[in-house]
């Protein structure tokens, strides 16, 4: 067998190995009914946590290998049927500097050579049809991410590159497949060990207040045909994405996307949370046992306006996740060439990548929260319908003995309010 055949074999492998174990066969979605505007399936990314995280742990250890084994036959003797690589340019790829790979990829050279590594055999082994690309596996990443990080349209990305436009057009939508199909467990929610972890994290950021596993928000982003795309997602208190749901129609209500979800169905049916483990969320949410929103109005000096200063510090990390993902450049220019099915791979593409630089420590993605009145929250309207009586009577409990924590925070000086 030839040795990327084989090296993509084993990286596809392994990661199909880690997307069964961490996703199981999805349930049926609520509004799997209602089409969207262009009549395609959600793309969600949302799973039950998975009682075999020791395993996963373990197949994680060889999809990272993977990149070695990858770079390891490829020095092997071998016959090639093909010669690709002949007269390729050497000018593809940037020369390695401290912010040539940061502004044209948006990640250090160190993070694009692990990704290069890891993904080459994915991305080596499939060509247009009938058309040799002759373009090595670091080369069709470089066009890709060049494309992910700064919005350029296709005839840019081919001169810039010395290629053809639709061999641009080919690596950039292959890499979004190669991801969305193969990475998915990289946005899988935490197993409930997993989330005692989580919950550590919010209580230092949110002083002292307990049993936090998540701050979700829901932005939109615009694709070709003035379609609107929405996204629900839900990050830990370090921003990393664990839960993405993308392909909601963009006029709907932050509150009808969050029902439209798996991860609703999920935690109504116990499958995510534990009894007393909740979400936090902003005011356009439904305030419900297991998300707790700001209260309206607070008077000043009240327990209430001691729960909300808490509750914003709780949701700046998905928030300062919406600011990432936004300065992905091809995420501000969707409506210019992608139409509404590739805006959403688009989107997963970019929190995937998301994730995989935080994994490795690589910051050169992630943005600030610096302007509060610019987070890419838009407002789409209020859905008035109310919740079940005693659901809300339950949800205003708990946040009322929340609202009581931080007081008590406040008084200890823990927190500060204007």
Known sequence: MDPKQLAALVSSLVSQALLLLSLPFPHPNPCASVPNRNNLPLFLFSSPPTPLAPLLSLLLH?????????ASVHFLPHKRKRKRHQHQPDLHVPRRGPDHFRLCFRMTSTTFEWLSGLLDPLLDCRDPAGSALRLSGPTRLAIALSRLASGASYPDLAYRFGVPESAARFCFKHLCRVLCTNFRFWLTFPSPS?????????????????DCC???????FEARGQSVVAA????????????????????????????????????????????TQYLVGDGRYPLLPWLMVPFTDPVRGSCEEDFNAVHQSMCRPVLRVVCSMRNWGVLSS???????????????TCA?????LLMREDYSALSDVSNENHMGLEHYGEDLGLEDFYCEMKASTLRSMLAVRARAARDSGQIGIP
């Open 232 to 275: 629900q997602i839900v990050a830990d208190s370090s921003s990393r994405i664990i839960h993405i749901a993308a392909g909601f129609r963009g006029d709907r209500t932050d509150s009808s996307v969050l029902k439209c979800s798996s991860l609703y169905k999920d935690v109504q049916e116990g499958q995510l949370l534990g009894a």
């Open 62 to 70: 060889l999809l990272s290998s993977s990149s070695h084994i990858a």
């Open 334 to 348: 969707l409506g210019e060439e992608e139409n509404f099915k590739v805006a959403v791979a688009c989107i997963g």
């Open 352 to 356: 995937i990548l998301h994730n995989v």
């Open 214 to 220: 998540g701050a979700m928000a829901c932005t939109r």
């Open 194 to 210: 997993d989330l005692t972890t989580v919950s550590a994290g919010f209580q230092a950021v949110g002083h002292g207040l307990p």
